[in-house]
């Protein structure tokens, strides 16, 4: 399979690193890729005969300057449009940065390989937060693949769980604790007494949060996903203005102190249900006892819970964060597509 990767950050470095180290376990199993593109804001690099990743791996020891890489390196001249000219990929990975109020530059991305028969994968929440169906619609005319896996989690397997191990039955319920950032901060506070500043603090000391934590917190990213996950899986077109938002910035280590007295613990909590034929949706904080699934989703895990109406209950707990998770996630679903899973039928 020929691959163009379209947005070259911490998870692209992650994801080139992924398939070159598995390379022998993939190719045993009869999967071979082949990069042919790598772009990035200001430039790429291209090989028709496919990139030599040990090599190129190297070089960014080095350099972060992709356009300097003596083996097919430019700033200019290797870009989308020339990758789409040449017509040689099979399937483009699209991670540049998530725009949420018009998709750009990865709905123009996604939207135009489409139509141009190519497979997509893509980490990025915006063009599907807002086009999910016309970009299915568009891949199922084309008889290409769309994988999202990536926008709802990371490696946490919510997408596929509910595509493949709900198929036939209707979710009724979707609650997840989807926010990594925020579930580690509020067990930092349970676990010391600080209060929300300091657990914040320590998050961003750690790398796990943020300089700027707002979309976290303030329960935007959860409430990202959860609309990805609503639009998908209950194949509706809500938005996010359909969505009661509500963060953890005003939690207090006496909130906290109360929920322990009562053996709860508070979760930043997605959830989508439908109440009276009508689909209600809210990210806010719960108080959930042990006998709730989400209870014992712990530090930078993340887990989602399904209720349908023939195959009853699903949770779905775990995944690892970090930015090799989320590129293991990408190479999951381009993985499923080259073995003939459809996620567009």
Avoid: W
């Avoid at 070259?8 to 690193?17: I, Y």
């Amino acid at each position: 399979m020929r691959i163009g990767i379209v947005g070259f950050g911490g998870v692209g470095r992650a994801f080139l690193n992924l398939i070159y180290n598995k390379k022998n376990k993939l190719e045993s199993e009869g999967i071979y890729f082949q990069v042919n593109y790598i772009i990035g804001r200001t430039g790429g690099v291209y090989n028709k005969h496919g990139i030599d990743l040990h090599k190129f791996i190297n070089f960014l020891f080095d350099e972060k300057d992709i356009t300097k890489y003596c083996d097919g390196g430019k700033a200019e001249d290797i870009n989308f449009e020339l990758m789409l000219n040449n017509k040689d990929i099979d399937l483009m990975v699209e991670m540049t940065p998530t725009n949420k109020e018009t998709g750009e530059p990865g709905m123009t991305h996604i939207t135009r390989c489409l139509e141009n028969n190519i497979n997509v994968v893509t980490s990025n929440k915006g063009p599907i937060l807002l086009a999910y169906h016309k970009l299915y619609n568009l891949a199922k005319a084309n008889k290409v693949q769309l994988g999202i896996g990536c926008t709802t989690g990371g490696a946490l397997p919510s997408i596929n769980g509910g595509f493949i191990d709900l198929a036939g039955a209707d979710i009724i319920s979707i609650e997840g604790v989807l926010n990594g950032t925020t579930n580690f901060i509020l067990k930092e506070m349970e676990d010391t007494g600080c209060n929300y500043d300091d657990a914040l603090k320590e998050a961003q000391r750690l790398g796990i949060a943020e300089t700027n934590p707002a979309l976290d917190v303030e329960g935007f990213d959860t409430a990202s996903k959860l609309l990805i996950l609503t639009n998908v899986l209950m194949n509706t077109e809500k938005t996010m203005d359909d969505i009661f938002i509500e963060g953890i910035t005003k939690l207090t280590p006496h909130d906290i102190n109360r929920a322990k007295s009562m053996n709860k613990k508070y979760k930043l909590v997605g959830k989508t249900q439908i109440l009276d034929n009508k689909i209600e949706m809210e990210v806010k904080l719960q108080l959930l006892d042990p006998s709730n699934p989400l209870y014992g989703v712990e530090g930078k895990n993340k887990a989602v819970r399904y209720i349908s109406d023939t195959l009853g209950e699903l949770t779905i707990m775990g995944g690892a964060s970090g930015v090799t998770p989320a590129a293991a996630s990408i190479l999951r679903d381009i993985i499923n597509i080259n073995r003939g899973y459809k996620f567009v039928k």
